[in-house]
């Protein structure tokens, strides 16, 4: 019998910054401070500019 609710959804883009917002996540939990820019960058990934 099909089921129109049974689907499967995939975006790759959508996982990819779920990913990345549960890892910020992740990291905020296990300190007391604020995470610095710096750190945000690191954990996404990103090279800030040199300028």
Same mark, same amino acid.
């Given at each position: 019998?099909? &089921?129109?609710? &049974?689907? %499967? *959804?995939? =975006?790759? =883009?959508?996982?990819? @910054?779920?990913?990345?917002?549960?890892? *910020?996540?992740? $990291? $905020?939990? @296990?300190? &007391? @401070?604020? *995470?610095? %820019? $710096? @750190?945000? &960058?690191?954990? *996404?990934?990103? %090279?800030?500019?040199?300028?």
């Amino acid at each position: 019998m099909y &089921d129109q609710f &049974d689907v %499967t *959804l995939e =975006d790759v =883009d959508l996982l990819g @910054e779920v990913e990345l917002t549960t890892n *910020l996540i992740i $990291a $905020a939990s @296990e300190t &007391d @401070e604020r *995470l610095s %820019t $710096a @750190e945000i &960058d690191r954990i *996404l990934g990103v %090279t800030p500019a040199q300028g």
